[in-house]
């Protein structure tokens, strides 16, 4: 809208009004008069808390005739141990959310109270003790003895952490992480119950239930060098070979985190344990060789028997030379490799490995036994990324997607499906920042990508994944509609999960858009109506019976099926004779059909189609 002379106005939005806290709201209910403070003995320093400080304070609370009514000190039939709250956090009386943030350290000061300022407050969220005079106006005489910065580790206020001295680095010690600290603790009167060994600090394990909950929980915040006092309330004060804390409702710990060693269980059943033994340079993970590098490790390979027999040493049975091998190629043992990722130059590990992820599935030297659990012992060299693709002229970066391409053809030969899609979708993610930049170019670069789709597709398949291979399949088809390969792919992947007259939709597809796809196109309808027939009689014999019950009584829906297992199973090796060159890649490789899925997991849909041909909509088994 226009000012009258002409000029325009400046457009200033409106702030929303903020919803004020609850402690606000709290804080309106106070009037003139209902809280008064009177200084008994000064405090020290210029500081006051504020909301997030933890304040630490004796309270007596007193009628105006001098009448004790209750009273932290032990003088005064109290326990001796002080008050514990966060400001802004803990639930406390509206008087005292707002005199405490008024006093110094070491103050004493004496806050005369109305009514609605402690438990006859409306809706107050502190409950008065028994016997309690809520309706009295009352003197609570506080002692600030200390406040502090802390963080709160649980939600519930009963781990807080204060820290004393800041720690090195960033990482803190989780499970299973093994931890070496000074710890000492005392009760909230200062009654010591656990004093440091002399010149022995504690080892323990996070996740075993050798310290109480709560102080692990605390020391889970803490860093390399860092000491802390961590406060625990006893729902947190769990049993442990540490103390007993029995009839204790809260200790605090002193803590001095020496070190802990860099535990990580691999695959969460405790098989694969990766336990750091040096540590590394640089920033944990940002300097880990996470992406596909060539690695450089020196490792000694043992045999997790009593004699931890060595049956490998690159420092002494290879020249002293390290092993270079680049990830992401199974060029070495799965949980090998998991580990070296995961560390930072100049670390040395040692791996404990189970036979799955060490030697059974990988060529295994002559004298590690079948089924041998192994322990390595890696030191990580160093490591050297992959080539930058920016500023590569189009060439360039389609000779880089070639030569991952080739590594990942290679690795489908080898049965080694997931590390051979792992290569093609790298390349396919790189091509999202590609711009050809004339037609011949574009040609090449789109038939580049429909074969690494369609390699992926292929992959897929072979794993199983029958609904991703139709995704992926769809992204060349809805570029090419009449792409053949596509074509076949999408319906052997249709023909898997029983949707028959899809994967008929595309054989015959074939057919009409490329005549020398014929063979293929053919051997593929026949495999399909065989298989639609196994199914089918299947489904008979699964059903044999089901209709001759009258009603009320049970029919036995399943017989004997393994003579038609067993033509089954003859039946889809010769599919796959028939089969064998019919999905190949423009490099020529062959791309298998995908492993079979079980029959009953495909009956449904022609089962379905058996009740509609029975004039039966809907079937009932009781």
Partial sequence: MAAEDGTAQEYVPQKKNKEPTETEKRRKKIV???????????????????????????????????????????????????????????KMLLGLLEGLPTMLRGEVAMFKMKPQMHYSEEDCPVSPPSSFPRDDELHFEIEMIDFSKVKVVSDDLGVIKKVIDEGQGWESPREPYEVKAWISAKTGDDKVILSPKQGEPYFFTIGKSEVPKGLEMGMGTMTREEKAVIYVTNQYLTESPLMSVAGVEEVQFEVELIHFTQVRDMLGDGRLIKRRLRDGKGEFPMDCPLQDSLLRVHYKGMLLNEEKTVFIDTRIDNDGQPLEFSSGEGLVPEGFEMCVRLMLPGEVALVTCPPDYAYDKFTRPANVPEGAH??????????????????????????????????????????????????????????????????????????????????????????????????????????????????????MAYMEVGDFEEARSDFEMMLKVDKSSEPDATAALKKLKQKQQDVEKKARRQFKGLFDKKPGEIADAGTDDRGEEQSTGENQKNGDQEDSNGADTEDGEDVADAPREGLFSLLWPTGRRLFSALGLQRCTIL
């Fill in 32 to 90: 003139p008069g209902s809280l008064m403070k009177a200084e008994i003995r000064p405090g020290g320093g210029d500081a006051r808390p504020s909301d997030g400080d933890q304040v630490i304070y004796h309270c007596t609370v007193r009628t105006l005739a001098g009448v004790v009514v209750e009273s932290t000190r032990s003088e005064y039939g109290g326990k001796g141990t002080p008050i514990r709250q966060v400001l802004g956090k803990s």
């Fill in 374 to 491: 192994i322990e390595w012992e890696i030191e990580l060299l160093g490591f050297e990324m992959p080539k930058d693709w920016t500023g590569l002229d189009f060439q360039g970066v389609m000779d880089e997607a070639e030569k991952i391409r080739t590594t990942g053809n290679r690795l489908f030969k080898e049965g080694k499906f997931e590390l051979a899609k792992a290569k093609y979708e790298k390349v396919l993610r790189e091509f999202n920042h590609v711009n050809p930049q004339d037609d011949e170019e574009g040609k090449v670069f789109l038939n580049t990508r429909n074969l690494l789709n369609l390699n992926v597709a292929a992959c897929h398949l072979k794993l199983g994944e029958c609904r991703k291979s139709i995704e992926t399949c769809n992204k060349v088809l809805e570029a090419n509609p009449a792409h053949v390969k596509a074509l076949y792919r999408r319906g």
